[in-house]
């Protein structure tokens, strides 16, 4: 990655020094007039340049601050580029738009992405040369990039690359950047990006064409060159011979002989029933395929001997994760293709063809923090139970949530049914309105008064992370403290709120609830109708954990012939019964859960706004450089 980013600004020294005609004559008359002290300057580094350069006066000066930004580069001294270029900024020869583009890039590398921004948004109405604008968007694409918004920083990439193809200019790195953004869009985004230009189109089509054959080596060469022969000359013809080889290296796992491990004994046997009852009936879609159930609560050495004696060469589980760091450290499992039942408890080296599968409840607070930010709420209040889930889901949301915004999440934590009304009035400050009410009342004792409490003002949406029998008394206490002349809350929950067995015959007094569910859980979500009818038939009164680990299993199974595309594409996600599933990095399956809302005694499935948020940063950036542009005109 680091060469990548060498080969990058090499390229942008090249092209826009290329356009600075004053610079490059300054350039030649001090190189002329200073040759004695050039093998001095050779032999140092970016800083001992920068440093030597301060100690000189006039033409001298300049010199070597030109070296010590060529040397910063290559280095990559992002601090050292930075300072020879603010020291730049006071000379006349400059080109004061290419140096300003080259801070914006030493600010970039080094984080500083607010103070990139900034000078890139001031630049915007200064660049009248090609490569000045083709590396301005550039820039400004990689920073949306580095947080993570690939169609946001598309928008900018494409802009660069449509104006690098009409003015004949090569940015080096930006063929690469655009088709790893690419890489990350599902198959809707890429639709919805097949237009434009042709450079643009071309781009989107190959992007969509290696996410459809992906594994499938016949169907994706046949595919790339009826490409090549429509999009001639195209600057992503590069990428075909390297697609098609790696395409026909990430066909399938094709296992034979499968050993599934879970808990077949002790406290959580239980669990492992529940799971093996969603393996059985996904075996049906890998009926080559021979299965040999181990429990996970052997011995290490136990394990491994089951593993050779039975040749095999893909693995499911363990589940408990005492039990995956106990076989982390095996060399069998090391070589063997496996998805774990559960995540880390810390972050560690692991195998390329080791995948980490959870019903992890961090995914869905992160999908209703997006919605949130995407409905721009201002102020939200968390309620959830004074324990370590509580507090962990709690500080989760928090530290994402301060990515985005300035205010402060009101948090309420509850011990028991018996304070859940005190914590909710002191939260709501409806408390404060009823004592000021009383001194009212204390002062005109003769007089009848109407007098109706009110809440703050300033919360604009509630997020209960209870399970059922808790959010069933935390949302009338909700309705009774919320005033009358406040506009109504908006409430919404995580899946522990919701439960399929209570809800079966209650479901009073949660009408506008929203709440975050996999489709496995909720009425009418899944396309196999057949298999929840089967299901509902043959285990009737299945607690809800044991529902929720059935399609988890049933997942796995289905994941075996994905994981390795999944982790290729970070765009691509594959429906499942636990939710849509996709990795993002680090070989994490990631859960997008479907939305559902309580309405007049129904549950009713609804689609919510999750467009990617924008990080706080870049927000004051746009705004600095609206505020800027309108001082312009």
């Given amino acids: 990655m680091r060469l990548k980013v060498i080969s990058l600004v090499i390229g942008i020294l090249s092209g826009l020094s290329a356009c600075s005609t004053t610079e490059k004559t300054s350039n030649t008359s001090v190189r002329e007039n200073n040759s004695q002290q050039q093998s001095t300057v050779d032999v140092l580094n970016a800083a001992g340049l920068y440093n030597k350069a301060m100690s000189k006066q006039s033409i001298t000066k300049i010199q070597l ?14 601090l050292t580029l930075e300072l020879a270029c603010l020291a730049l900024e006071s000379k006349s020869s400059v080109d004061h ?8 890039l030493a600010r970039k590398e080094m984080a500083n992405y607010t103070a990139a921004l900034a000078i890139l948004h001031t630049l915007s109405e200064q660049l009248k040369l090609p490569e000045h604008q083709a590396w301005h968007q550039y820039l400004i694409g990689s ?32 063929n690469d950047e655009i088709w790893l953004a690419l890489q990350q869009l599902s198959s809707y985004a890429l639709e919805r990006f097949d237009t ?5 189109q071309g781009w989107v089509k190959l992007a969509k064409y290696q996410q ?36 026909v290296l990430l066909a399938p796992y094709k296992t034979s002989k499968l050993a599934i491990l879970l808990p077949q004994s002790g406290a959580s046997e239980r669990l ?53 760091e106990k076989l982390q450290s095996s060399d069998i499992i090391a070589a063997l293709p496996t998805i774990y039942l559960n995540t880390q408890n810390h972050s560690t080296n692991s195998a390329p063809h080791h995948y980490y599968f959870s019903l992890n409840p961090e995914h869905e607070v992160e999908q209703a923090m997006v919605h949130f930010l995407a409905k721009k709420y201002q102020k939200p209040m968390l309620l959830a139970p004074e324990s370590n889930s509580g507090n962990r889901l709690v500080e989760h949301f928090s530290s994402q949530w301060h990515r985005y915004s300035n205010a402060e ?124 009818e089967k299901y509902q038939q043959m285990f009737p009164e299945q607690a809800d954990i044991e529902q929720r680990l059935f399609a988890m299993a049933f997942d796995a199974i289905t994941l075996i012939g994905e994981v390795k595309q999944l982790a290729k594409i970070p765009g691509k996600e594959l429906v499942g019964l636990t939710g849509n599933l996709s990795i993002k990095s680090d070989n994490v399956i990631h859960r997008r859960l479907k939305w559902a809302q309580y309405s007049k005694q129904q549950i009713r499935l609804v689609q919510l706004n999750e467009q990617a948020p924008l990080p706080l940063f870049m927000q004051n950036s746009m705004e600095l450089g609206e505020i800027q542009s309108k001082r312009s005109n």
């Fill in 409 to 532: 999440p009101e948090v309420g934590f509850y011990t028991d049914s018996k304070n859940m009304a005190k914590i909710i009035a002191e939260l709501l400050e409806v408390e404060d309105s009823k004592q000021r009410i009383k001194t009212i009342e204390s002062l005109y004792r003769k007089t009848d008064i109407e007098s109706e409490t009110r809440s703050r003002q300033d919360i604009d949406v509630i997020y209960i992370l209870g399970n059922s029998a808790e959010t069933r008394l935390l949302k009338p206490y909700l309705d009774v403290n919320v005033s009358t002349f406040a506009p109504k809350i908006p409430l919404y929950a995580s899946s522990r709120s919701y439960s399929r067995r209570i809800d079966i015959t209650d479901k009073n007094d949660l009408d506008g609830l929203f709440f975050t569910e996999q489709p496995w859980m909720l009425p009418n979500a899944v396309d196999n109708k057949n298999l929840r």
């Fill in 143 to 174: 920073i949306y990039a580095s947080q993570q918004l690939p169609k946001k920083a598309l928008v900018h990439y494409f802009k660069s690359a449509n104006i690098a193809s009409q003015h004949t200019l090569s940015l080096a790195g930006l």
């Fill in 65 to 78: 601050l030109y070296s010590a930004r060529e040397s910063a580069i290559e280095e990559q001294d992002w």
């Fill in 212 to 247: 459809i054959y992906l594994g499938a080596g016949v169907e994706l060469h046949q595919a790339m060159n009826n490409w090549q022969r429509r999009f001639v000359n195209h600057p992503a013809s590069y990428i075909l011979p390297r697609e098609v080889t790696e395409s």
């Fill in 196 to 200: 434009g230009s042709v450079i643009q």
């Fill in 272 to 324: 492992g029933v529940a799971l093996k009852n969603g393996f059985l009936a996904a075996t049906d879609s890998i009926s080559h395929t021979e299965v040999f159930f181990i429990d996970e609560m052997l011995t290490h050495q136990d394990i491994e001997q089951q593993l050779q004696s039975n040749k095999i060469d893909f693995v499911i589980g363990p589940l408990l994760r005492s039990n995956i």
């Fill in 97 to 104: 738009v290419q140096n300003k583009l080259y801070i914006a």
